[in-house]
């Protein structure tokens, strides 16, 4: 396994390697988060895969639960106006009303959290989602959501500062730095695996994955990459 931790201000050719050359080494734009959304996990000596972490699932069933209470107000609405705590039970509708649009945004939260994220070599294919590349006819096309394995030339750790956006009010959110693995492909090309905020769990799952594609890791955590407004 090979880790390159590539110093502030690098210069590509350090690497020698003409991909690294041809390869970005900006942000893909992935959206990120300040905590680990993704543990690595083995399945088999064949197969591993990113799962979603505790966090992430909670963060998004959170939603759910919320809006799960909201629509059981109504039970509760109409008690409040049998007792006259709302006068309008119009009120309790839309309770419900938001309840559902909660409970609604939480499913799709937790269904995008759970997107499956594979490395599988029986298959030979690297994936994003609930379509296994075997099941799709054309493979030959770079898409966004699976490549060939043998395509893969390096794996790449960059980062970004996040910068919290500022409310009307004048209270800015909190900054952190989130972190990238990208897949860096033959031709320069690269897919994003995931980014989020914890930079140990990240460099730890890639030393991991390194070492089950026989790939190296082309590091440059240790500076920052651009500045990003959330």
């Known amino acids: 396994m090979l880790i390159k931790n590539l110093k502030e201000d690098f210069d590509p050719s350090e690497l020698n390697d003409s991909v690294a050359l041809k390869t970005y080494w900006g942000s893909t734009g992935a959206s990120t988060s300040s905590y680990r959304t993704h543990k690595l996990v083995q399945i088999n000596s064949n197969r591993i895969e990113f799962k979603a972490s505790l966090q992430e699932k909670a963060g998004s069933l959170s939603f759910f639960i919320i809006g799960a209470l909201v629509v059981f107000a109504p039970i509760y609405g109409f008690i409040f106006h049998i007792y006259g705590l709302i006068s309008n039970t119009s009120q309790v509708f ?131 990459m651009e500045w990003d407004t959330i």
């Open 94 to 224: 839309s309770m419900m009303g938001l309840g559902l649009i909660f409970m609604s945004v939480g499913a799709y939260l937790f269904y995008i959290a759970i997107k499956p994220i594979v490395f599988d070599k029986n298959d030979g294919y690297f994936w994003k989602g609930r379509v296994e590349p075997k099941n799709v006819l054309i493979k030959d096309s770079i898409v966004d959501d699976w490549i060939a394995l043998d395509k893969i030339h390096a794996l790449q750790l960059i980062n970004r500062y996040v910068r919290g956006s500022t409310d009307a009010d004048g209270h800015r959110s909190s900054s952190y730095y989130g972190y990238e693995l990208n897949l860096v492909l033959d031709d320069g090309k690269r897919l994003n695996v995931l980014s989020h905020g914890n930079r140990y769990c990240i460099i730890e799952d890639t030393k991991v994955l390194s070492k089950f594609l026989q790939k190296p890791i082309w590091n440059t955590t240790n500076t920052v």
